[in-house]
C-alpha cells in the first residue's frame, strides 16, 4: 500500500500454462490499458469469485479518493460482501429498480460530464487527463455487473445502457467488469466493447471460440480453471486472495479483510445513490438534507435528488387541489406544525372538523362561522398596518415590497376545505381583494380543494383560481387549476409542487401528530 495515493489498476489474476514456451507466468489485467473485461463460465464455476478477486486486489492498492465501484448483483447475491468496502458507493440488485435507473442516469451524466472535461483540457484520455491534473485527478469507476444473462428480464432498457457504457466508459476512466453463463445472450455490440475475456467451463462447447477464440483441448470442471487468450488460447488456474478450506472459511476471512481496509481508510466515502423511502414519516426529515439551509416549512422529499424541499408557501395563494383521501389536511396540518412558534396562525376548518384539536393551541386562532367577519375585519387592519410599515421604511431606506415584507412576523391563514370558506366570507363585500391585497403584503393563504369544488362563480373561488403555486394530489379532472397532463398525476403519497407554474415531483410524509411543535 505504498503507492495507495496513486491510482494503479493492473491485478494479477492467476497462474498461465504456456507449454509451447514450457512456462508459466503471471496473467495481468490492466483496465487502464485493457479496458474492460468479461468473464463467461457455466453457473458455480468461479465467476463471481473471479470478480472478488479483482476488487480486493484493487482496493487493497488503491484509495477510495482514486477508485470507486458500482456493482450491480443480478446473480446469486454472491457480491453482497463488497458492498462494505470504502471504495464500493452502491449495491444494486435486481429488483432495485429504482436506484437502477437513477444509477444509469448518473453514469451517462458522468461520461457527458468527463468528455466536456477532456475537450476543455485536449486531453485524449483518462490517463492523459490525469497526468495533465496531477494535483486534481479523476476517479476511476469499476461498473461491477454479474450476471449479464437477466438484464433483458429488467424492466427498462439496461441492456442498451450496459452497451453504450462498455463503448464510451473505457476512454473516460469507467470500466466495466462483467460476467456471464453463455455468450448467446450478450449482444454482440456490446460483447465486442470486451477486448479483454476470460472463458471458465462452459456446457456449450462452442461458446468457447466467441470468447477466447478455437482451442485444441477441452477445459477440466476444475473451478478457476479458465481459458485466456495470449499469442494461443492456453490454460489458466485463478489465484485466490487468501487459502481457505471451505466456503464458509473464505466468507470469514473476506468478511475480515474487507473490515481492515475499511478500518484503515478515514476520509469521506463516495456517495450512494439516493432512493425514497418505504415508508415517510414528519419524524423523518431530518435524516435528509435540506436543499436549502434557509427553508422554513418543507414539503418532502424531492424524488430524484432525494433531498427535503421548502414547500414555498410564502408564494400565495397556495392552494392544494386533490380528490378525497389524497392528503391534502395532511399535508395542511404538516405545514402548521412547522410555522414559527412565533408566528400568527388562523385556522378554517372543513365541515369533517379534522383539525379541531387545534383550537385549543396557543398561538392558532381556530376560527368558526360566527368568528368569520370580526377575523376579517381585523385581516384589513393587519394589511394597512403592514402597507404604513413598509412606506415609512421605503422613506428610510431603499428596499423592495418581497424583502420588507418577508422580514416581518409570520401571519399565516390556513384554509381545509375552499367551499366551505367560500360560504363563511360570501357575505362580506370586497372579500376577493382583500385577500389579494393580503398575499401582496406577505401574509400566508393556504387552501385545500377538491376537483369539483373548484368551479364555484362566488369571488373567492375566483381569486384561488387564478393561482400558481400550490401542490396537486391526484387527477384534478375537470375542475383543473394547474396545467398538468393526466399521465403526469402523482401517484398517492406523492405530489406535484407548483411555483410560478412550473413544477417538480415530490414524495410527501405522512404528519405524526406526536411530533406537533406548536
Known sequence: MSNYNKLDLQVALGIVD??????????????????????IAASGFGKSFTLGLIMMSLAIKNSPKLLQYYIVDLGNSA???????????????????????????????EIKERKKLFARAMAQNFEMYNQLHEDDPL???????????????????????????????????????????VTNLIKYSTFNNFKKRIAGYLHDKGDFSSVVGRMTHLLPEIKGRVAVKLENVNVMQIYTPFAFENPIEYVEKLKQSIKEIKENYTGLLPAKIPVLPDIFTSAQFSEYKQESPETTVKIGLCVTEVVSVDARIDQSPYVIIGPAKTGKTNLLELYLNQLPATSKIFLFDSSAMELFAYKEHDNITYIETEGTKKWADELVDEILDRKAKFQAAMEAEDVSPQSFYGSLPVYTVLIDGMDSFAKKVVKIRGFEEVLKEACEVGIQVIVTVAPPHVKGPDQVSRFFRAAINGVVLGDQGSGSIFAVSSKENPVFGQGLLFNSGSYRRVLIPKYLKEEKEV
Open 18 to 39: 504456456i507449454p509451447e514456451r514450457q512456462e508459466q507466468n503471471e496473467y495481468y489485467l490492466n483496465l487502464l490499458k485493457e479496458g474492460n473485461l468479461a468473464i
Open 79 to 109: 457480491l453482497i460482501p463488497f458492498m462494505n468496502l470504502p471504495h464500493t458507493a452502491d449495491y444494486m440488485t435486481f429488483d432495485a429498480n429504482e436506484k437502477l435507473l437513477k444509477f444509469m442516469k448518473l453514469i451517462e451524466d
Open 139 to 181: 476517479k476511476a469507476i469499476v461498473v461491477v455487473l454479474d450476471n449479464h444473462d437477466v438484464v433483458r428480464e429488467l424492466e427498462f432498457d439496461f441492456e442498451r445502457f450496459i452497451m453504450r457504457l462498455s463503448r464510451d466508459g473505457f476512454g473516460v476512466g469507467i470500466y466495466v467488469l462483467m460476467t456471464a453463463n
